[in-house]
């Protein structure tokens, strides 16, 4: 049974959000997701200042196995990236939901984050996939 | 559903995480790929490959027909030793890589699961005119029990005469006890021992290994595993398109005088002409290459067969196949960047070491 944060919001394509109070939002992958890709040893982070639209690509975590593209969950401006994943990319395996996060996004609109899904919804898109 | 091989429900008590391997529902980890990768090249690990195809061949005409199939030669080894070899079809191209167990009056061959039905129906068509039987034996098992302890940590649940086989044989040599095959093989670059045999001993047998402290590692270790080897994989490195002289295999070809085989004048033909070569990649950033990526070099463009993440190396290895004449320095593109590469000649890693040369 994969570990479902009630406080984020989630794509359809397994990254998380979670809003910070200045406006600018953490993303990573779920831990449904890290775990369906197995150990992750390399991943690809978009470039500070960046402008992302929602789906745009922002990444790509590989595995040993399989390369998996991250997309932009919400729009807005990347603040930052963690950095600590280019030596330690088995963070996002560790802690999904904590070290492990990818980027840090300034949102554009705030309203964008009522089109992802909330926990609820993404436990039942998980178990339809079973 | 797929197929299911005997250790099946131990997959699943173990917490495998099971894929569809060729119409099979085999273990591709059993939670850490890397972790079982590691024990594999740092103590033992265990496998579990009874899909694999076994067929006997017998009769009074196998060997000469086996000299026929092949493009290498049965006769290179004794009775008691396997031998590593390619099926070609007349344009040279690879039908299936398989081992031959040489034994006292017939042979047994290993061929790939995902390649059963056209290998048997080649090997029957091929076998008109020869006085021989072409047996597959559904019912026998495979493990590989892979790493530098292996062999003792299996010795040690053995009874004697089975443990004195293990401890005993030489690389490529095999002993059979009983309804046991034991080959000193694997597709590892570690010292290991396949041993085919009885689906229920099988159950067995790995239950013990279990007890005993054995890793069970699924499919996606083997993979990682072969590739530090340089060992190729059928489907990926090589097809019926692609001759064992583009695979890097041209060692497996016994071209002598005496003795016609399916593909020979080919790989005469292509041997004369000039081929593409097939070669190590190591990325030098970081990234992991993957099988179908270009590569660009002074020589011309070429393309990664196998590529992933090396856990013993820390970085990203592939197989290449390339213009004759590429060394040095290349490019690989990944996601539209070019990014550098070293030209080596694998293997990557043996018995634990990294043995890669530039």
């Known amino acids: ?29 779920s831990d449904h997701a890290q775990d369906a890709m197995g150990d992750l040893v390399y991943v690809e982070l978009p470039d500070v200042g960046q402008q992302l639209e929602v789906t745009d690509e922002a990444g790509v975590v590989e595995s040993v196995k399989a390369a998996s593209d991250i997309y932009a969950p919400v729009s807005g401006e990347i603040v930052a990236i963690n950095e600590a994943l280019e030596d ?21 609109d705030k309203s964008e984050l009522e089109q992802l899904l909330s926990a609820d919804d993404y436990r039942t898109q998980l178990d339809s996939e079973d | 559903m797929g197929h299911r091989t005997p250790l099946y429900d131990q997959h699943v008590a173990a917490g495998a995480r099971l894929v569809d391997f060729g119409g099979w529902d085999m273990p591709v980890h059993y939670g850490s790929l890397l972790d079982e990768h590691h024990a594999v090249r740092a103590d033992a690990g265990m496998f579990d490959v ?9 009769g009074v005409d196998a060997r000469a027909y086996l000299r026929y199939l092949l493009a290498n030669d049965v006769d290179r080894v004794p ?56 047996v597959e034996r559904p019912e026998l098992a495979i493990v590989a029990v892979q790493g530098p ?25 095999f002993a059979e006890d009983g309804d046991w095959l034991i080959a000193r093989t694997g597709y590892t670059g570690e010292d290991g021992v396949e041993i085919i045999l009885p689906g229920a001993d099988a159950t067995a047998l790995w239950q013990q290994l279990v007890d005993a402290g054995v890793r069970p590692c699924g499919l996606g270790a083997r993979d990682t595993l072969r590739l530090e080897a340089g060992m190729n994989l059928y489907g990926n490195d090589m097809d019926e398109t692609v001759t064992p002289l583009q695979a890097g295999m041209g060692w497996t070809v016994a071209f002598s005088e005496d003795r016609d085989f399916i593909g020979r004048t080919a790989l005469m033909a292509q041997q004369q002409a000039g081929h593409e070569q097939f070669v190590g990649l190591i990325l030098e950033g970081k990234g992991v290459l993957r099988a179908h990526q270009k590569v660009i070099s002074a020589t011309g463009e070429g393309e990664i067969t196998s590529g992933t993440f090396s856990p013993t190396l820390g970085l990203s290895i592939a197989l290449a196949r390339v213009p004759a004449g590429t060394e040095g320095k290349a490019e690989v ?19 634990g070491k990294t043995v890669y040369q530039q």
């Not at chain 1, 109070?21 to 953490?26: E, I, K, Q, S």
């Not at chain 2, 302890?149 to 040599?173: I, Q, T, W």
């Not at chain 2, 593109?333 to 018995?351: A, D, N, Q, T």
Request: aromatic share 8%; with cysteine; charged share 25%.
């Open chain 2, 333 to 351: 593109e990944i996601r539209g960047k070019r990014l550098p590469v070293s030209i080596v000649r694998p293997p990557f890693v043996r018995h």
């Open chain 2, 79 to 134: 009775v008691g030793k396997a031998l590593y070899a390619a099926m070609l079809n007349e344009e040279g191209g690879v039908i299936d890589d398989l081992i031959v167990y040489r034994r006292q009056d017939d042979y047994r061959l290993v061929v790939n699961c995902g390649t059963r039905e056209k290998d048997l129906a080649w090997l029957a068509k091929q076998s008109e005119g020869f006085a021989v039987q072409v």
């Open chain 2, 149 to 173: 302890r292996a062999r003792e940590r299996l010795s040690a649940l053995l009874g004697d005469s089975r443990a004195a086989a293990v401890s005993g044989l030489k690389v490529f040599a």
């Open chain 1, 88 to 108: 330690t990319p088995e963070l996002v395996n560790q802690d999904p939901y904590g070290d492990g996060w990818l980027f840090q996004i300034r949102l554009n």
């Open chain 1, 1 to 29: 049974m994969s570990d479902i944060r009630a406080e984020l919001r989630y794509a359809t394509s397994h990254e998380w959000v979670r809003l910070e109070d200045d406006g600018t939002a953490y993303v990573g992958i």
């Open chain 2, 50 to 58: 009874s899909h694999m195809t076994v067929v006997d061949v017998t």
